[in-house]
């Protein structure tokens, strides 16, 4: 069974910081892009940020670009998202995602439970 476990949410002030993580199960790590995408009721989802587990590459959305770090352990297989000076606009339910092939800021093969990250101002 393919599990991605998210965790970290929480209610933090604006610049303040906060990190996510992923624990993925149930298929083969390396193989694939893990990531996240989050949700606002009434906006469009949006890929935040994701990482090739092989090759432990990055991607970034540009709203997120110098302000979140993704990284990956394989012996834990989790991923974890590091997101510095927050701000309103990140408020959001985070979902971490996989994805086999494509482009991990667009699409993704699996999605776990969220976790609802909110910026207060």
């Known amino acids: 069974e393919v599990q991605l476990v998210a965790s970290g949410g929480d209610l933090v002030q604006a610049g303040g910081s906060l990190r996510l993580s992923c624990a993925a199960s149930?298929?083969?790590?390396?193989?694939?892009?893990i990531g996240w995408f989050r949700q606002v009721p009434g906006k469009e989802d949006e890929g935040v940020s994701c990482i090739s587990t092989s090759d432990n590459w990055p991607y970034y959305a540009d709203s997120v670009k110098g302000r979140f770090t993704i990284s990956s352990d394989k012996g834990k297989k989790t991923v974890y998202l590091q997101m510095n000076n927050l701000t309103t606009e990140d408020t959001a339910v985070y979902y971490c995602?996989?994805?086999?092939?494509?482009?991990?800021?667009?699409?993704?093969?699996?999605r776990g439970q969220g976790t609802q990250v909110t910026v207060s101002s």
């Open positions: 149930g298929f083969t790590y390396e193989d694939y892009a």
């Open positions: 995602t996989a994805l086999w092939l494509g482009s991990c800021l667009k699409e993704y093969t699996y």
